[in-house]
Every structure is written in C-alpha cells, then in structure tokens.
C-alpha cells in the first residue's frame, strides 16, 4: 500500500506564492516519476508539472518560469513552488507517484488565486 499526501494550498491574491507538499509514504520501492496535475471546474484534469528520479522535468507551458518542481528523495516529498500565481491557475492540484506499473494519487489540494 502506498499513501500519497499533498498540503500547502491555500487562498492567495493575483501575483502571489504558494508552496505546495506532496508526501509518499508506504511500501515504496522504486519511484519512477512524482508530479502535479491540475483540474479546474469543469476542466480534464492536466499536467502541471513532472519530476522523474532521473532528474528530467516536464512543465506545462502555462506555468513555465513561474513554477518549480523539487524533490527529496529521501523523505520521498516533492514540491512545486508556484510564483506569480494567475486567477487561472486556480484549481484543486493533485499528486501523482509512477511506482510502476501503478500510478497513486492524492487527495487533492485546493489552489484559489483570487483578490
């Protein structure tokens, strides 16, 4: 079993920051990918932001330069700060974790950008 918890969202005004955490924890052996999707209402969830344990990155070209993606391998968390944030990136932000061949997600954490 493997658990997946995101934190950090929160209400920020038009230009702020948010830090998001996102923490696996279980029967975790060989983390192939951790990441960020993103679904606004009535919206398919998309892919914000993806880090492999080889070290490449994927960002969705609507955030590049604004947001970061991080990990530390051994407390298995990754991050994603978000700066210069738009009242379209609201949305409710997931993690996802590629312990192959399965994929596990959070429960979702929402992200209001908002004045």
């Known amino acids: 079993q493997v658990q997946v918890v995101e934190s950090g969202g929160g209400l920020v005004q038009p230009g702020g920051s948010l830090r998001l955490s996102c923490a696996a924890s279980g029967s975790i052996f060989n983390i192939y990918s951790m990441g960020w999707y993103r679904q606004a209402p009535g919206k398919q969830r998309e892919l914000v932001a993806r880090?492999?344990?080889?070290?490449?990155?994927n960002y969705a070209d609507s955030v590049k330069g604004r947001f970061t993606i991080s990990r530390d391998n051994a407390k298995n968390t990754v991050y994603l700060q978000m700066n210069n944030l738009k009242p379209d990136d609201t949305a409710v932000y997931y993690c996802n974790v590629y312990i192959s061949p399965t994929v596990y997600w959070g429960q979702g954490t929402q992200v209001t950008v908002s004045s």
């Open positions: 880090l492999t344990s080889g070290g490449s990155t």
